[in-house]
């Protein structure tokens, strides 16, 4: 079992930079691929971001890479999202995922646990 939570949204002005953290609990965090998605209402789940277990390889959303860097701590059992150059259209609830392993790091599917989200609002 793995129990995420998910803090660092806010209210923020387009251009501006946020960073999102990811706590989780569970033995077993390190072995866990993470991943980042975003939903807005009426929308499905989106893919933003993923970071292997290792933390030796990174994946981004065309939509985010080159702004968003996606990191983790496996000491402190957390995940970053850090997010510059905000847009507009990055306005969502974000959440973090974790799943076992596999290649569709891309889809909601792969993941076994997520966390309740955080809102993210851009101005513009």
């Known amino acids: 079992q793995v129990q995420l939570v998910e803090s660092g949204g806010g209210l923020v002005q387009a251009g501006d930079s946020l960073r999102l953290s990811c706590a989780a609990s569970?033995?077993?965090?390190?072995?866990?691929?993470m991943g980042w998605f975003r939903q807005t209402p009426g929308k499905e789940r989106e893919f933003v971001a993923a970071?292997?277990?290792?933390?030796?390889?990174?994946y981004y959303s065309d939509s985010v890479k080159g702004r968003f860097t996606m990191s983790r701590d496996n000491a402190k059992n957390t995940v970053y999202l850090q997010m510059n150059s905000l847009k507009p259209e990055g306005t969502a609830v974000y959440y973090c995922?974790?799943?076992?392993?596999?290649?569709?790091?891309?889809?909601?599917?792969?993941?076994?646990?997520w966390g309740q989200g955080t809102q993210v609002t851009v101005s513009s």
């Open positions: 970071i292997r277990w290792s933390g030796g390889r990174t």
């Open positions: 569970g033995r077993t965090f390190s072995s866990y691929d």
């Open positions: 995922a974790a799943a076992p392993g596999g290649s569709l790091y891309y889809s909601h599917v792969e993941y076994d646990y």
